[in-house]
């Protein structure tokens, strides 16, 4: 591999010596060039073995090159680096056909190891050119390193089946990752469907995951599509899957190994087209050597891992995380609010439990809530404090998602008042409207058996008859609904 040749282009002189000597410390032959122009003459004398290039470059952009480039020399890998440290930027250079992706800074260390896995793997370099460009858009913010390493392996599985696993803290992002993968594929087009492993009873998750025919178990009045079936053509998120019972982990592994399922009551397996991907907060090792997780089925999940960094692990995207969920609050109609300087040190110094969930979260509450246009370090400190409700994270729902559902809600309904208050007596009329959609939904979850719902309302069973007839709800029509 030593003696290989490579092109450098940059138009900073800094980084085209610095990377000059790197290459030839680890025994290439480079050569430099500042401009396309400049790239196009020096390779009429010198073909380079792999090319490395900037994207802005003063008379074009490197990564619209890159087509063109493999088109002459197909077996030419091209490393990109880049300042734009966007998702966009790192899928876009993958869908150009680059072999790799640097966002700057980069260290020396990281590049030498790409030109010599690009050498390496010359004459593998395919990688489908597209015919458009990545979408605009995208829904991750954040241009921190760590992210960064995050949008890179996002580029680098769209375009093909891999199984994902995405790791991090709850809040982090996990469910957004998936989508972003999802969407940006060839599968983007059909369903996305989610499944919080979390959120089944364990009885229900095989007839949930595969489906089940009429007849199959009593309660089960109509053939039904389980998730797998709903997600043809497409992605199935695994959410929580460090919640799966041990039992329907078994069944997923098989059904992950022969690539078809069947459908509790079936006698017919279904081919199963769907690209997975799965979800844990959890340390799924750790469930390994405490026998809660099949060894077997986190080697068949993990075939790419994808880290999501914390919050505290990357402060300096907190600025744009908040003006970005500001923004989305002003469109969905909450009034627009600003941030001063102080306001965002005390977000930087904040530790943020709850990730970005609790981000958004504050941010859609100080838009709701604070009677001030500009948001300053005293106000961000009251809600963290005075509030309460953000420290803590999602005390109910295992993945935060009805506690955000809830706040959301609560947040619109302050927001519909305007400057006003709402009437008087809040507490009881927000209760009861939340108190009917739990005794519904839970007695349709017990399938209509009060003496469980009672037990999953922890909640004893004449309590519970007193409510359903306070709140007008009569059982029959929920067991007629479940
Ligand atoms: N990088 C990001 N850019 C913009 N929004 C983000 C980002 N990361 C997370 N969010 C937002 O934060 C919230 C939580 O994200 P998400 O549900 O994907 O987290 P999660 O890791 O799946 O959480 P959990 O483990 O609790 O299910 C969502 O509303 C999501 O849109």
């Given at each position: 591999m030593s003696g290989a040749r490579i092109l450098v282009v940059d138009d900073d002189a800094a980084i085209r010596t610095v990377v000059r000597e790197a290459l030839r410390r680890a025994g290439y032959q480079v050569e430099v060039a500042a401009s396309v122009a400049e790239q196009r003459a020096v390779m009429r004398r010198f073909v380079p073995q792999v090319l490395v290039t900037d994207v802005v470059l003063?008379?074009?952009?490197?990564?619209?090159?890159?087509?063109?480039?493999l088109r002459a020399h197909p077996d030419m890998p091209v490393i990109v680096l880049s300042a734009q440290n966007t998702l966009a930027t790192a899928v876009r250079a993958t869908e150009q056909g680059a072999f790799d992706y640097l966002p700057k800074p980069f260290d020396l260390g990281e590049l030498t190891r790409a030109v010599a896995d690009a050498l390496a793997a010359t004459g593998g370099t395919a990688g489908a050119v597209p015919d458009g460009p990545a979408g605009d858009g995208l829904p991750?913010?954040?241009r921190s390193p760590a992210m960064q390493e995050v949008y890179r392996t996002i580029a680098r599985v769209v375009a093909n089946d891999l199984t994902v696993l995405v790791l991090g803290e709850s809040g982090t992002g996990k469910e957004l990752v998936a989508r972003a993968i999802h969407d940006l594929g060839p599968r983007a087009k059909r369903p996305f469907v989610a499944i919080n492993m979390a959120a089944i009873?364990?009885?229900?998750?095989?007839?949930?995951?595969?489906?089940?025919?009429?007849?199959?178990?009593?309660g089960a009045a109509a053939r039904t599509a389980g998730r797998f079936e709903q997600a043809q053509g497409g992605t199935l998120f695994l959410d929580e899957i460090g919640d799966m019972p041990f039992?329907?982990?078994?069944?997923?592994?098989?059904?992950?190994?022969?690539?078809?399922?069947?459908?509790v009551g079936s006698a017919r397996s279904i081919r199963a087209d769907v690209r997975i991907i799965a979800a844990t907060h959890k340390d799924l090792?750790?469930?390994?050597?405490?026998?809660?997780?099949?060894?077997?089925?986190?080697?068949?999940?993990?075939?790419?891992?994808?880290?999501?960094?914390?919050?505290?692990?990357?402060?300096e995207d907190i600025a744009e995380l908040a003006r970005h969920f500001l923004d989305r609050a002003a469109a969905e109609g909450l009034p627009?609010?600003?941030l001063d300087g102080g306001a965002i040190e005390r977000l930087a110094a904040h530790g943020w439990p709850g990730n970005v969930r609790e981000l958004e979260n504050l941010m859609r509450r100080l838009a709701a809530l604070s009677r001030e246009e500009v948001i300053t370090a005293g106000v961000i400190e009251q809600q963290l404090h005075g509030g309460g409700v953000i420290e803590g994270g999602p005390a109910l729902a295992p993945s935060g998602g009805l506690a955000d559902a809830i706040e959301l809600h609560?947040?619109?309904y302050f927001a519909a008042f305007g400057r006003d208050l709402p009437p008087d007596g809040l507490y009881d009329?927000?209760?009861?409207?939340?108190?009917?959609?739990?005794l519904k939904l839970t007695l349709a979850a017990a399938r209509g058996n009060q003496l469980k719902a009672a037990r999953l309302l922890g909640i004893n069973r004449n309590t519970l008859r007193k409510k359903l007839t306070e709140r007008g709800i009569d059982p029959g029509d929920v067991r007629r609904m479940g």
């Open positions: 003063p008379d074009g952009n490197g990564l619209d090159l890159v087509p063109e480039m991750l913010i954040g009873p364990r009885e229900l998750i095989e007839s949930e995951l595969f489906g089940h025919e009429r007849g199959a178990f009593t039992e329907a982990q078994t069944r997923l592994l098989r059904v992950l190994q022969e690539g078809e399922f069947t459908p090792p750790r469930l390994i050597a405490d026998h809660a997780f099949r060894e077997d089925l986190y080697y068949r999940l993990n075939v790419v891992p994808v880290r999501l960094p914390s919050l505290r692990q990357r402060i627009r609010k600003l609560l947040a619109r009329r927000i209760l009861a409207e939340v108190e009917r959609p739990l």
